[in-house]
């Protein structure tokens, strides 16, 4: 379940293109989460803010983030939950269509 329920660290700063370059630079993945924050993955927050301000990027924001029981369960069924609404079972039961 751990590594279905990812943890990633969230990172705002004015100065993502150079710290995504830097990430990826070291082959920390990270992607994009919006116009003004990272996601970086397997890393921990003392990672992420060692490594920047060793080259002195300016960061407003790091924080842990894990992903919903939601998110660990559609990723370690993959995704292939059927939902059926108890009228579609009456009606398949009685060897008709919805």
Known sequence: MDEASETTVLV?????????ALLAE?????RSDGE???????????????????????LHEVATQRGSL?????QMTGQDVEFRSEIAELVAVQGGTP
């Not at 705002?12 to 995504?20: A, H, R, V, Y």
């Not at 003004?36 to 300016?58: C, F, M, N, P």
């Open 36 to 58: 003004d924050a990272l996601l970086v993955s397997g890393k921990s927050t003392d990672d992420v803010g060692e490594l920047a301000g060793a080259v002195q990027i300016v």
């Open 12 to 20: 705002c700063s004015p100065q993502l293109d150079k710290l995504g």
């Open 70 to 74: 939601e998110e660990a369960f559609m």
């Open 26 to 30: 070291h082959g920390w993945e990270n």
